[in-house]
T-cell receptor, first 113, second 114 residues
Framework: DAGITQSPRHKVTETGTPVTLRCHQT?????MYWYRQDPGHGLRLIHY???????DKGEVSDGYSVSRSKTEDFLLTLESATSSQTSVYFC????????????FGSGTRLTVV | DQQVKQNSPSLSVQEGRISILNCDYT??????FLWYKKYPAEGPTFLIS?????DKNEDGRFTVFLNKSAKHLSLHIVPSQPGDSAVYFC?????????????FGKGTHLIIQP
């Protein structure tokens, strides 16, 4: 979707290194979310934000931190990457209006070796 | 403990027939339910939703049915088309809008056979 972009699209990193994934939106939506998708687990919520500098933990937040200094950007940081964090990461945005559907980005495929 | 369950990892349906995807939930606080469709290498896209005050919602070829007493919902696609081949995720919200995130099932891979 043109209103939300994730970067990078693919990344390979070494165990123990910090990694930051970026989600950028042009929709001015208040709510932003980070999910990870793994085989056999579906989509699981990592962290979410309900405004600038307002964030909270999701179901699988251990080993991750987030920051939102501007409405349009939501950063996900793996403080010290582990192989268990190899996954596809999706960012989503919402204004919780209408059908309450989230708009998802195209994903970042992260491989920790 | 999984609160949203999609017990069929895959489903194969002939083109033109009806596809029925099922979803069960355990959290009685869920009051809003959504279906998402996902193609490989793309993000999920919103398909259809239903509030707990309704038992049916229809949008073109897609209909979602909600049975609150059974904590069960289903997505019907009629008629099924080749472009419907994708992974379908059921999702639920307990906050009346998903402000604190949606809970997703593991997904069902729908394959439409020509």
């Amino acid at each position: 979707d043109a209103g939300i972009t994730q970067s990078p699209r693919h990344k390979v990193t070494e165990t123990g290194t910090p990694v930051t994934l970026r989600c950028h939106q042009t929709e001015n939506h208040r709510y932003m979310y980070w999910y990870r998708q793994d085989p056999g687990h579906g989509l699981r919520l990592i962290h979410y934000s309900y405004g600038v500098k307002d964030t909270d933990k999701g179901e699988v937040s251990d080993g991750y931190s987030v920051s939102r200094s501007k409405t349009e950007d939501f950063l996900l940081t793996l403080e010290s990457a582990t192989s268990s964090q190899t996954s596809v990461y999706f960012c989503a945005i919402s204004d919780l209006q209408g059908n309450y559907g989230y708009t998802f980005g195209s994903g970042t495929r992260l491989t920790v070796v | 403990d999984q609160q949203v369950k999609q017990n069929s990892p895959s489903l194969s349906v002939q083109e033109g027939r009806i596809s029925i995807l099922n979803c069960d939930y355990t959290n009685s606080m869920f009051d809003y339910f959504l279906w998402y469709k996902k193609y490989p290498a793309e993000g999920p896209t919103f398909l259809i939703s239903i509030s707990s005050i309704k038992d049916k919602n229809e949008d073109g070829r897609f209909t979602v049915f909600l049975n609150k007493s059974a904590k069960h919902l289903s997505l019907h696609i009629v008629p099924s088309q080749p472009g419907d081949s994708a992974v379908y995720f059921c999702a639920a919200s307990a906050s009346g809008g998903g402000a604190d995130g949606l809970t997703f099932g593991k997904g069902t891979h729908l394959i439409i056979q020509p």
